[in-house]
Nanobody, 122 residues
Framework: QVQLVESGGGLVQAGGSLRLSCADS????????MGWFRQAPGKEREFVAA????????YTADSAKGRFTISRDIVKDTVYLQMNSLKPEDTAVYYC???????????????WGQGTQVTVSS
């Protein structure tokens, strides 16, 4: 049963922007945090950003600071990743995940979406 549904990926030129969305259809109070991760071809999955549902405190990876912004809409149970000034090295499958702690550690996230492809052309 699908819980997380990502959308918003696509092909964009370098310098462009995309906004990813992740709708959580079964959010519970135990799911305190939503995070975004990405996996480029031939590389390990890496943390991008995370946000706490209760107070919107966020944590962003150094590689994304200043260009990516994570936000959440409590009414819609949706988390967003606004990505600006995109670079070819941002090309990856982007995954959202739900967990209990504001962390970059994958092991602390309990459930994951299927991923959405982001391709940045030079």
């Amino acid at each position: 049963q699908v819980q997380l549904v990502e959308s918003g990926g696509g092909l964009v030129q370098a310098g462009g922007s995309l906004r990813l969305s992740c709708a959580d259809s079964k959010r519970t109070f135990s799911d305190n945090v939503m995070g975004w991760f990405r996996q480029a071809p031939g590389k390990e999955r890496e943390f991008v950003a995370a946000i706490r549902w209760s107070d919107a405190v966020s944590y962003t990876a150094d590689s994304a600071k200043g260009r990516f912004t994570i936000s959440r809409d409590i009414v819609k149970d949706t988390v967003y990743l606004q990505m600006n000034s995109l670079k070819p090295e941002d090309t990856a499958v982007y995954y959202c995940a739900g967990g209990g702690a504001l962390s970059r550690a994958e092991s602390l996230y309990d459930y994951w979406g299927q991923g959405t492809q982001v391709t940045v052309s030079s």
